[in-house]
Nanobody
Framework: VRLQACGGGLVQPGGCLRLSCAASESIFSINAMRWYRQAPGKQRELVAALTGGGYTNYADSVKGRFTISRDNHKNTVYLQMNVLKPDDTAVYYC??????????????WGQGTQLTVSS
């Protein structure tokens, strides 16, 4: 399953943006959908997660500002980011683990999309 992430860009502090990550094929079931980010010189960190059962988890640094969601019909996961800060600047990666419609397990990564928060 290939994932296509998009939606990054340059945003001013306090602004908002939505990232999306679309799967290349229909998925039978989802174990988890996650967004990670990696800032220059730092390790990749988990930003938000959404399980197949609808449980969400967020990094403390983004709680109350970021929301992960999905659209099953579009095979897409989103990350709505509000009240953006310069510290949110990073390359954002989506990650999806699940089962395809021919019942094959998979874990896939998107290619990464750059978010820059700067005035």
């Amino acid at each position: 399953v290939r994932l296509q992430a998009c939606g990054g860009g340059l945003v001013q502090p306090g602004g908002c943006l939505r990232l999306s990550c679309a799967a290349s094929e229909s998925i039978f079931s989802i174990n988890a959908m996650r967004w990670y980010r990696q800032a220059p010189g730092k390790q990749r960190e988990l930003v938000a997660a959404l399980t197949g059962g609808g449980y969400t988890n967020y990094a403390d640094s983004v709680k109350g500002r970021f929301t992960i969601s999905r659209d099953n019909h579009k095979n897409t996961v989103y990350l709505q980011m509000n009240v953006l800060k310069p510290d949110d600047t990073a390359v954002y990666y989506c990650n999806v683990a699940g089962v395809t419609r021919d019942f094959k397990g998979f874990t896939s990564w998107g290619q990464g999309t750059q978010l820059t928060v700067s005035s």
